[in-house]
């Protein structure tokens, strides 16, 4: 039976709840805002499934790749409306046009990130771009190996714990199945998120309670409806400086466009508390599916720092890292029609340690989530704590010119 006595021991992949034939198992939100097992003792069997299934249990090896490329997807459009080279979308529409599914995450109706799955080219749009909030992967697991056993392709991407959990349920390869993982810093806590966007948006009306985009409520002139969320926007940015940016409905009649939200993304009060590692769940700071382990066939990522060792290769609308780990991952990467640059491992790790290390677990984390507990405002606890002084600015601005110099 699955029993989490360390929280740095669960990275909330749901394998244990969807591969419990007794039902007894249901993912739980803990104080931080992040979902664990939870066992219902009296109908437990103890089968022990659950702890054949888990992906942190049942540690892997680390596998070294067949082969590393830059890319780019030759749609222009395609690739200025994905966060890195758009090469996820080219993937999925092959997938797609061939009758398959492709499983990814997605806003819901109340702007929370979930797991599902599209089958039409129109559907697709909501999987692409990234987002910064752990998914609810949901009966996703479940649902992949039922298309698997009718015979239909599908495509499964996810971050690398998420692409471990599956692989564990599923407790067999399938010809069948193209299984993606993404290079991941962290997973940021989704009720951080949750109190986030409330806050966000009574900043801009009357009230303080965050409204899903399509509730009806009786005074909607004062209350902004989010429409649209982009956690990287390359339009009026660029894709190494890309925007949060956040879009509503208008408060009034006489304003169609508002934008209630639009900076860099990393000057961005969320996107810093992720950056920082103030947000992220206990098992993001000792990972068990780093360095190939999560037995993906492609892991990919932004390629930063390509302008240094692929110069030619480099573009301002994006540029993804593609890392193969064996010949199916090989053989999609070759046929889908992409602008390829080889490269190398040793130079994808340059701008992209988090393949494989993981991030270290910052010692203001248990006074941010302290706070959070109390109620206390999202976006005042991560400026407070991760406030510098103006000075220690001052001195780290001559450290850098002293550098370069």
Sequence with gaps: MIEIRDKHLCCGCAACEQCCSKHCITMEEDEEGFLYPNVDKTIC??????VKVCPIINQTEKSEPLCVYAAKNRNERQRLESSSGGVFVALAEMIILDGGVVFGAAYDEKWQVIHKYVDTIDDLSSLMRSKYVQSRIGSTYMQCEQFLKKGRSVMFTGTSCQIKGLKHYLRKEYDNLFTID??????????VWRKYLSEEISRYSARSTIIGKNTLFSSSKLMPII???NCREKNGFSWEKSGFVLRCTPISRFNK????FSDIFY???????FLSNLILRPSCYCCPAKSGRSG???TLADYWGVSKVHSDFYDT??????????LK????IKKVGLDLCKSSLDYALLGNPSYSCSVNEPSKRAAFFEAFSLGNSVISTIDRLLYIPLYVRIMNKFKRLFYLL
């Design 227 to 229: 429409t649209s969320i």
């Design 317 to 326: 609308k994006g540029v993804s890292l593609v890392i193969v780990h064996n």
């Design 329 to 332: 991952g090989k053989e999609r």
């Design 267 to 273: 000057k961005n009060p969320f996107m810093n508390g």
């Design 45 to 50: 069997i103890n089968c022990g499934l659950c």
């Design 296 to 298: 993906s066939d492609l």
């Design 257 to 260: 466009n508002l934008v209630l």
């Design 182 to 191: 993404v290079i991941c810093h962290g997973a940021p806590s989704p009720g």
